[in-house]
């Protein structure tokens, strides 16, 4: 029986243990990056490292999802502090996300109206 079971948890967070998805996602990541430059460059390997990279990514992310379902559905490792955390978590992701569009669309819509207000031909410059 491994330490982190539940029987052995004397706190209501969930700490996971290290994992080798994030590392093998980078070399899929690498893959796909490195097969969509040889197929912007002509090179013919493209159609063995890209949908090898991609067929990789998507078998890892599987796994990991199928961790993260064992984990909190079976294993008991997501008790209610955790499922909080996780909602608390996405609510302030979403918010963040709203507050960033609104802000760049209001930064685009302030300049269109300036640039529609003033003349910027007409700025003095500078002379030698």
Known sequence: MSSS????????YHLVDPSPQPFVISFALLMITTGTVFYMHGHPVWMLILPLGFSWLIWIMIDWF?????????????TERVQ?????????????????????????FCLKFISFYLDFSTIPTRRN
Do not use: D, Q
């Open 5 to 12: 079971s539940v029987e052995y948890i004397r706190h209501p």
């Open 66 to 78: 199928r961790v993260i379902v064992l984990e909190s559905t079976f294993m008991g490792y997501h």
């Open 84 to 108: 909080f955390s996780h909602k608390t978590g996405i609510k302030l992701f979403i918010t963040s996300e709203v507050m960033f569009f609104f802000f760049i669309f209001l930064g685009i």
